[in-house]
């Protein structure tokens, strides 16, 4: 069946660190790929999305890749800042309905 | 600015005391969805609506119900409250059903059973 599959969090990072939240997925056809952020307590916010291979999402320095090959939509982020502390949840839609499958999601904390 | 609302933000009730969580927008979109959240979990789809067509996913509980009387509107209810149902509500919409749409996200409804 479909599915996606995150890196397992919480991820600590210091400010300014390098950003890497791995994303594969498994899919029949052709999915469109989001990145979804959801800031404590709040619902989630579209971070960024990628309909077709190759295609490159971005959004607030955040960047992430369709690579069909890898099946992958791996979130890059080159200077985190501590309002990056949030929960990032990978997700794909596949077909008509639009019913996203999420990935589990990953925490990640930025510390001063 | 065009947004999904949701209301209350908090709401508690009772164990089998009925409640309707409120979800509404000033998008104009077709689709309209009810997700549960669960602590630490990915939101996981109830059913949703397109335009006044109800789809349900399977493992939704009967317990769960939804209305939308307008393109503005949705409702969630939930007929006899468990403490399993204790959760995050979060209503979502898009303009169509396509898989290239994203979703718009409200804030979502804290639920708590007692």
């Known amino acids: 069946g479909n599915s996606v599959t995150q890196m397992e969090g919480p991820v600590t990072l210091s400010e300014e660190a390098f950003l890497t939240i791995n994303c594969t997925y498994t899919a029949t056809g052709y999915p469109s790929l989001f990145w979804y952020v959801q800031y404590p307590g709040e619902g989630l916010q579209l971070l960024l999305k990628a309909t077709k291979a190759d295609d490159k999402g971005s959004n607030k320095g955040f960047e992430a890749t369709y690579r069909k090959e890898t099946t992958s939509f791996h979130l890059e982020k080159g200077s985190v800042q501590v309002s990056d502390s949030a929960v990032y949840f990978c997700?794909?839609?596949?077909?008509?309905?639009?019913?996203?499958?999420f990935g589990q999601g990953t925490e990640l904390s930025v510390k001063p | 600015d065009a947004m999904v609302i949701q209301n209350p933000r908090y709401q508690v009730t009772q164990f089998g005391k009925p409640v309707t969580l409120s979800c509404s927008q000033t998008?104009?979109?077709?689709?309209m969805y009810w997700y549960q959240q669960k602590s630490s979990q990915a939101p996981k789809l109830l059913f949703h609506y397109y335009d006044k067509d109800f789809n349900n996913e399977a493992d939704t509980p009967d317990n769960f119900q939804s209305r939308r009387p307008n393109t503005s509107f949705c409702f969630l209810d939930i007929r006899s409250p468990g403490l399993g149902d204790a959760a995050m509500y979060l209503c979502a919409t898009s303009r169509d059903d396509s898989s290239n749409q994203p979703q718009h996200f409200g804030d979502g409804t804290r639920l708590s059973i007692l």
């Open positions: 997700a794909l839609t596949y077909n008509q309905g639009g019913k996203l499958i």
């Open positions: 998008l104009n979109h077709n689709v």
